[in-house]
């Protein structure tokens, strides 16, 4: 087992990157509560994501955009996504990224109604094939 001590707080590092225990002093002003350390303890199990880059089309941008931020609401129905997210870069450049638990749910979301329905829209709104990459996720805040 590795431990890490950052400032105050103290990180634990026990089974690989997907589960880190992050120890902390509670928010001020929350009480006490009789025997205990008067810490939170937070497990962190998302160790995997998908960053999805997206150019599209001169004059689609906002076309495109209307489309992710659609995307939403599927996000929202996956169980297996922990975190989504929809941004700009530029007027052409989109993107998406999202976090999982394990590669079970990283696969089915990759197999879901999001990348169905960008399959459906993506040669009207963009400018080339999507840019998908998996990522590791090595810490969060």
Known sequence: MT???IGPDVAKHDAGPSR?????????????????DHERTF??????????????????????ADFLRQGRELALAESG???????????????IFDT???????QAHLNGQIPAALGQVGPDL???DPDIRTTDILAFK
């Open 3 to 5: 431990r890490y001590v």
């Open 20 to 36: 880190t225990t992050i120890r902390r002093p509670c928010c001020a002003g929350e009480e006490k509560v009789e025997g205990t």
């Open 43 to 64: 497990t962190m199990t998302v160790d995997r994501g998908l960053l999805a880059l997206l150019e599209a089309q001169p004059g689609k941008g906002e076309e495109l």
């Open 81 to 95: 996504t922990v975190t989504w997210y929809a941004f700009k870069l530029s007027e052409t450049t989109y993107g």
């Open 100 to 106: 999982f638990e394990g590669e079970d749910d990283r």
């Open 126 to 128: 963009l400018a080339s």
